[in-house]
């Protein structure tokens, strides 16, 4: 009411409708005292799931009509960026509570007042997928050279003044070569541009999964060459990792075993 001459002049505004598709479900006790919900798409795929405690009667969510999260393409935290939103089309929930399943459709429509043709939309969904399995990708990459590293550092560590300048030259060559490649994905580097060549991995992947989630719109060429590129600079940190994890990696792990120090587990190459 402050500012206003009368309760008439006054500004009056409810809460929005939340953004998406609103589930309701009534749920009695069950033994865990939880409710999973599932939404898969006209192919079984599930798309999100949630778990929820509902109380006793009738209970709603809402999804927001987006994908399950891909990793964080630096390795860090538990928090995955958020998957792209569904295609329109028919979608099948399932709910779970204990012993109980109850299933449905929903139907999501595309917003009237976007005219886009189902092919761009899909050319756009497709996108936003692929970028998001380089995410997931990338952060694998980065987790199992972060396994390698700590196991070489317990190694030089355990090592103590043992007399094996061998094996505290092949651990600080290793920790070299994984710096190097980790490095290139997520450490501070000078680039130019929003895709410049000397921009991390990480920070490129980000940027065009932001980019091609920002419309409906078919890709753009300049995002079609971006995917392109980061792609190729993907592809070839994961063969140079893969080919650490199947020779250095394995000497080194071999040459530590045989001083008695069991502490570098065999790490799988990257798919």
Same mark, same amino acid.
């Given at each position: 009411?402050?500012?206003?001459?009368?309760?008439?002049?006054?500004?009056?505004?409810?809460?929005n409708?939340?953004?998406?598709?609103?589930?309701?479900?009534?749920?009695?006790?069950?033994?865990?005292?939880?409710?999973?919900?599932?939404?898969?798409?006209?192919?079984?795929?599930?798309?999100?799931?949630?778990?929820?405690?509902?109380? +006793?009667?009738?209970?709603?969510?809402?999804?927001?009509?987006?994908?399950?999260?891909?990793?964080?393409?630096?390795?860090?935290?538990?928090?995955?960026?958020?998957?792209?939103?569904?295609?329109p089309?028919?979608?099948?929930?399932?709910?779970?509570?204990?012993?109980?399943?109850?299933?449905?459709t929903?139907?999501?429509?595309?917003?009237?007042?976007?005219?886009?043709?189902?092919?761009?939309?899909?050319?756009?969904?497709?996108?936003?997928?692929?970028?998001?399995?380089?995410?997931?990708?990338?952060?694998?990459?980065?987790?199992?050279?972060?396994?390698?590293?700590?196991?070489?550092?317990?190694?030089?560590?355990?090592?103590g003044?043992?007399?094996?300048?061998?094996?505290?030259?092949?651990?600080?060559?290793?920790?070299?070569?994984?710096?190097?490649?980790?490095?290139?994905?997520?450490?501070?580097?000078?680039?130019?541009?929003?895709?410049?060549?000397?921009?991390?991995?990480?920070g490129?992947?980000?940027?065009?999964?932001?980019?091609?989630?920002?419309?409906?719109?078919?890709?753009?060429?300049?995002q079609?060459?971006?995917?392109?590129?980061?792609s190729? +600079?993907?592809?070839?940190?994961?063969?140079?990792?893969?080919?650490?994890?199947?020779?250095?990696?394995?000497?080194?792990?071999?040459?530590?075993?045989?001083?008695?120090?069991?502490?570098?587990?065999?790490?799988?190459?990257?798919?």
């Amino acid at each position: 009411m402050q500012g206003y001459r009368s309760t008439g002049h006054a500004m009056f505004a409810g809460e929005n409708r939340p953004y998406g598709a609103m589930i309701t479900y009534a749920a009695n006790a069950s033994e865990d005292g939880s409710v999973t919900v599932e939404i898969s798409d006209d192919r079984g795929d599930v798309v999100y799931d949630t778990t929820a405690s509902p109380a +006793r009667g009738l209970n709603r969510i809402v999804w927001n009509l987006r994908r399950r999260g891909f990793a964080a393409p630096d390795g860090d935290g538990d928090e995955p960026e958020e998957g792209p939103e569904v295609l329109p089309g028919t979608y099948h929930v399932r709910t779970v509570a204990g012993s109980d399943t109850s299933e449905t459709t929903l139907a999501i429509i595309p917003d009237p007042r976007l005219q886009i043709a189902p092919a761009d939309r899909r050319a756009k969904s497709d996108a936003l997928l692929a970028v998001g399995a380089r995410m997931n990708q990338s952060h694998r990459l980065v987790g199992n050279i972060r396994q390698l590293e700590d196991a070489v550092q317990r190694v030089l560590e355990e090592l103590g003044d043992r007399d094996r300048e061998d094996l505290r030259a092949a651990g600080a060559a290793l920790e070299d070569s994984l710096g190097a490649l980790v490095g290139q994905i997520v450490r501070q580097a000078e680039g130019p541009g929003l895709f410049g060549r000397g921009n991390l991995v990480a920070g490129q992947l980000r940027n065009l999964y932001s980019s091609l989630d920002s419309s409906w719109d078919r890709p753009t060429d300049a995002q079609e060459t971006a995917m392109m590129r980061v792609s190729a +600079r993907l592809d070839a940190l994961v063969a140079s990792f893969n080919g650490l994890a199947v020779r250095e990696a394995v000497q080194f792990r071999d040459a530590a075993r045989a001083a008695g120090l069991d502490l570098v587990p065999t790490v799988e190459p990257i798919r």
